[in-house]
């Protein structure tokens, strides 16, 4: 029988990640140690008894097998948050790719030297007689900072030292001084950051309609008796999904248990924050890449010490260790955002339901335009799906115009804004109502489409647009298929064929052109640099101090200005020519959030969609708001072309100094899946969707198959590959059911 060691991390924290060590498993552990397992080990020159986690299990000994320490035995009953988030690492490590520690290093939080905050305060020591008396001595003798700082403390007993410093402007020296002459002392104690700062009235919850009730009840049944599920809300916009949220974690805060509630983007933390402190008070926190590296550390503290209940933030949140989680709540579960861009890619659906699955806790997706992935497994009965086809103020679903860019052309308009588009506007402003301005910028460049009749350059291999590179290339970066760009469409011989370039500070321009009085604000890239930046924007606007938001995605998922009367979505078909097989899923998911910003209060709404390709079954189901449409034209084009969620793609991206030492390694990867016994569909390689970075080139390619486990299968056999052949300079990374072309 071949012998058996563990990899193994050796208490747990952010500076001991860059090493394991090996230990020998013994006969009777086993059939019993799996990853992710708590055990017991002799650490050191004298095996002092340690505790560590298993983070790999495998047949090879990495030092002297003589010398080699046996693993003591598995601690028994642990189901510590360390114990789990090993475990879900080990699962993010297997499913998605990288190494281990790059896993941990995800998971777990970061334990670098954070101090504790120190909150320091003033107390005074003396009567007030005596500090009168000692004010007036100061006075005398123009030791002016101090006679402040007395002045205070004649009618305060307590002062912040940080307040006193600042406020007052009176240095440490003089408040030493002071401290020596009995009048005050010093008093530090240390605290918890907080990064909410809301000041906001309380709310008990809103009367809930019929749809949400019956929501509520039948998870809420569950939730109660400590059952598990993962439920899919589907509910137009406006429709109250966030009350149906937000009672469900009232249910799981009266069990004692705690919620996690995910929300795509940073610029939706604001709004939602506001929405639960109403609810839950100082009970709630945030997690998100903004916070400094002691705020999110004092998040996990607080966390793992019971003292909040709800966290919210974008996927980083998924790992705040809450020791007794009974709810993962994932807005908007739809976008893009969850999707990890650097290694482990991982999906927070998929990890939320291993945690979910871990900790005992359920799973609530909640989104207007569900996924094409997470209405196919509620199709299939994997999630149980509840729908909210109403809004729950009463008002109608926008009244939509579609206007075909073609004809506008056609007729003379070469303007941005259509002429209907203009109409609506001017009929806006004049009755003091806002609109919002989408540019639909996501998956613009490189594609290439005619302005007269639409057409858009299409690979004839996998049916996705083609890039276009210098030199007059139009590339698929799937398959690397590759055409000369013609100079006149080969359709209809127009020579409108180009790619689109439009940013958000053109369309302000233009439109104070036209409108010379408008007020507007600008929400994209440039202007949300800082860390309140969302906020500002988005409460000036709710606040009426400007007439049209213009922005990218970014302004069209979450929010709520009940104002709103008008949303004008801009070339909305940018997003349908991107060179990727889920365009038609991103165009009719932005363009039905878009159309939702508008009449979301008492007044009825309208939207106009400006489009060269009306005729697309995503823009005509975009328009309709017709969901189940949609859906059932989109997965039948899966279904046809073997793509997600019907099948399974594992995109395999070599990176390097030297192009064609990138493209070599490329190739020997490809070639040895298509050596497997199992077969795969293999396409490419390929240049990557941006081909060179730093002067880093990058070449793709990707494998196509109905079982993710085959896919695994492959990422292992291509990660010992890489372990034997040690290339030098080129690296490789792996991605699962990539959201975008690599």
């Not at 020596?180 to 950051?193: F, M």
Request: net charge neutral.
């Amino acid at each position: 029988m071949r012998e058996l060691y563990a990899d193994i991390i050796i208490d747990i924290s952010y500076q001991k990640l860059d090493r394991t060590f090996q230990y020998h498993v013994p006969e009777n552990l086993r059939d019993k140690l799996e990853t992710g397992m708590c055990v017991s080990v002799p650490f050191g020159n004298g095996n002092t008894k340690r505790k560590g986690y298993v983070v790999g299990l495998g047949d090879a000994c990495k030092f002297d097998p003589a010398r080699t320490k046996d693993i003591i035995g598995i601690v028994a009953g642990d189901v510590s948050v360390e114990n789990q988030m090993t475990a879900l690492a080990g699962y993010i490590h297997h499913n998605f790719g990288g190494t281990m520690i790059q896993a941990l290093k995800t998971v777990l939080p970061a334990k670098k030297s954070v101090k504790k905050l120190e909150y320091r305060q003033i107390e005074r020591l003396m009567g007030k007689e005596e500090i009168i008396s000692l004010l007036g001595e100061c006075e005398r003798k123009h030791q002016r900072a101090k006679a402040r700082l007395l002045t205070e403390l004649v009618e305060q007993e307590q002062l912040p030292y940080q307040w006193i410093t600042g406020k007052l402007g009176v240095s440490p020296a003089a408040i030493r001084s002071l401290e020596q002459a009995g009048a005050l002392r010093v008093v530090s104690t240390e605290g918890y950051r907080n990064p909410v700062r809301i000041l906001a009235e309380a709310d008990s919850g809103k009367e809930l309609s019929e749809s949400q009730r019956y929501i509520v009840e039948q998870i809420g049944r569950e939730l109660e008796e400590e059952k598990t599920g993962v439920y899919l809300i589907h509910g137009v916009t406006g429709s109250g999904k966030t009350e149906v949220y937000l009672q469900l974690i009232q249910k799981v805060i009266a069990q004692g248990r705690q919620a996690i509630v995910l929300i795509p983007e940073i610029a939706l933390t604001y709004q939602t924050l506001l929405r639960f402190y109403q609810r839950f008070g100082d009970r709630v926190s945030v997690m998100n890449s903004t916070l400094s590296a002691g705020e999110r550390f004092d998040q996990c503290e607080r966390a793992k010490n019971g003292e909040i209940d709800v966290i919210i933030g974008p996927r980083s949140a998924l790992f705040v260790p809450f020791p007794r989680l009974g709810l993962i709540v994932m807005d908007e579960e739809q976008e893009g955002s969850y999707k990890s861009e650097s290694t482990p890619r991982y999906h927070a659906r998929d990890v939320a339901l291993k945690a979910a699955e871990l900790s005992g806790a359920s799973v609530v997706l909640g989104s207007a335009t569900p996924s094409v992935d997470a209405y196919y497994h509620a199709k299939n009965g994997e999630y149980r799906l509840f729908s909210l086809k109403d809004r729950i103020n009463g008002g109608e679903l926008p009244k939509v115009y579609t206007v075909d860019l073609r004809q506008e052309l056609q007729e003379g308009n070469r303007s941005i804004f259509s002429r209907k588009l203009t109409e609506l506007l001017s009929d806006r402003l004049e009755k003091g109502q806002q609109s919002m301005l989408f540019l639909n910028r996501r998956g613009y460049a490189g594609f290439v489409s005619c302005r007269a009749c639409g057409l858009v350059m299409k690979c004839p291999h996998c049916d996705v647009s083609l890039a276009e590179h210098k030199g007059g290339k139009l590339i698929c970066h799937y398959c690397g298929y590759e055409i000369i760009k013609p100079s006149n469409c080969p359709k209809c011989g127009s020579r409108y064929l180009m790619g689109f370039k439009a940013g958000t500070q053109q369309i302000e321009e233009k439109l104070k052109e036209i409108f010379p009085d408008v007020r507007t604000l600008r929400m994209d890239g440039d202007t949300t640099k800082t860390k309140d930046s969302y906020e500002q924007i988005l409460s000036a606007f709710a606040n009426g101090e400007a007439d049209v938001l213009i922005g990218t995605q970014m302004i069209v998922k979450g929010h709520d200005f009940p104002n709103v009367t008008l949303v004008g979505v801009l070339a909305a078909d940018l997003s349908l020519g991107a060179n990727d097989y889920r365009s038609g899923e991103r165009t009719f998911q932005l363009l039905t959030q878009a159309v939702g910003r508008a009449g979301r209060g008492k007044l009825p709404g309208e939207a106009v969609i400006q489009t060269y390709q009306p005729e697309h079954y995503a823009v005509t189901f975009a328009a309709a708001q017709d969901y189940e449409g949609f859906y059932e034209e989109e997965i039948l084009y899966r279904e046809l072309s073997g793509y997600p969620p019907v099948a399974h793609i594992l995109g395999v991206v070599v990176s390097g100094k030297t192009q064609e030492a990138v493209k070599q390694l490329a190739k020997r990867l490809a070639d040895v899946v298509k050596s497997m016994e199992e077969p795969n569909s293999v396409m490419g390689p390929a240049p990557a969707n941006i081909g060179k970075v730093n002067d880093v080139f990058r070449f793709v390619f990707y494998i196509k198959h109905k079982d993710y486990g085959q896919l695994v299968r492959a990422k292992d056999i291509l990660e010992a590959k890489l372990q034997e052949w040690q290339p030098k300079w080129e690296t490789v990374q792996f991605d699962f059911d990539p959201m975008s072309t690599l």
